[in-house]
């Protein structure tokens, strides 16, 4: 009988895309995967270091491992392994701690029963590494493809350059291959995902950027549609700028752009060490909205970040509505070791910082409500994704060209994993109710 793997995936997309890979890695190699609730031989930790609360839920899921199987083979990976192995290695019962660069190392170390920590230097990283190839499991309508890792940024409250490492992207020839494999595949989406989209190709020679390959992804005959993973303000200007509001009225290229925002206060933008103004932002946001008045802008943003006043609140707080966002991720700032804001004096205490998240948040339903509600009685496409039960009625669910949450009712046949053309009627559980464009 074939071994047993479980993997727990914690945090961004990237990460979630790399668990995949380890996936169908161990699965060639002749591993069979169950639930992570289920008894494993294996269970793999992919964890995240974004917040200190990610590191808790990190060392948690380890030991939920540990005490799931002690007879296991215990494996934590990714990020806070890379930033915290000696934590991780306190932890009885894990057998391997690996970064971010060894993951595509794990189907030899699983049949070596390595042991211990081999973390390597992730500042030494100098080349993009695709773990295993593209293979994701064909139930999938949306493929992520992930095409660049690391950051070269030194925002003031971020780990993740020091768990990351540097820019390192995958060449478009690369990409290319890897995309026309999703598209033969069956894959209606492909999303492209990395740690910093933007600095996509600096690390390359000219002509390796994301100027030249959104067209030449676009171009590949039978894509269905592409959308594009988040993008930082600073790198939305100039020769990207203008090609993103051409490709805003190709009809494979979703209208839909995620664009941190991380505070609407210019004095907290400077502290935090961001490259842009609330000024600059809002302009961005006019350009795109001129070409694509339907555009779905949507962000992120933090609050209580370390000296912000109740007066610095209240600007961010203004601007978040302004600009009218289509969905946001509020999250409270996190005090990161050896980042440059855990040394800022007026640091805040949980309890504002809660008060604030439970604000934002307010607006951010107002907000997306009235997005979703203005496509009511629209048509859409929507990408299917898996079968859900809601109040005893089955529905397919999936997400729109602009990623709003979309259900369908039977009978669509659940392995329909094409683009379905369908109209919407009504929301139920902040997700649109459609039917088939074709019913009467």
Known sequence: MSPTFAICTLGCKVNQEESRQIAAALSADGWREVAFNDKADCYIVNTCTVTHLADRKSRAMLRRAVRANPAAYIVAAGCFSQVSPQ??????????????????????LLAEKAQGVMVGDIARAAEFTSIYGVHQGTERARAFLKIEDGCNEACAYCKIPQARGPVRSWPIAEVLQAARELIAAGHAEIVLTGIHLGAYG????????????????LALPALGRLRLGSLEPQHLQGDLLNLLKELLHNEKFC??????????????????GRHYLTDDYRNLAAALRAVCPDLALTTDIMVGFPGESEEDFAASAAFFNEMKFASAHIFAYSKRAGTAAAAMSGQLTPQIKEVRYQLLQNIAHKNAAAYAQSFLGKTLQMAVEQELKIGGKKYLSGH?????????????????????????????????????????
Do not use: F, W
């Open 87 to 108: 934590e991780a290695a306190k932890i009885e019962g894990i057998d391997l701690i690996i970064g971010v660069e060894e993951r595509h190392l794990l189907p030899q």
């Open 202 to 217: 600096e690390d390359l020679p000219r002509g390796e950027d994301l100027e030249h390959l959104l067209p030449r992804l």
């Open 255 to 272: 209208p839909h752009l995620h664009i941190p925002l991380q505070s609407g206060c210019d004095q907290t933008l400077r502290a935090m």
């Open 400 to 440: 729109a060209q602009n990623y709003l949450p979309l259900l369908l009712p039977p009978p669509q046949a659940k392995e329909d994993r094409g683009l379905l053309t369908v109209v919407t009627e009504k929301i139920l559980n902040e997700q649109i109710v459609c039917k088939s464009a074709g019913d009467s």
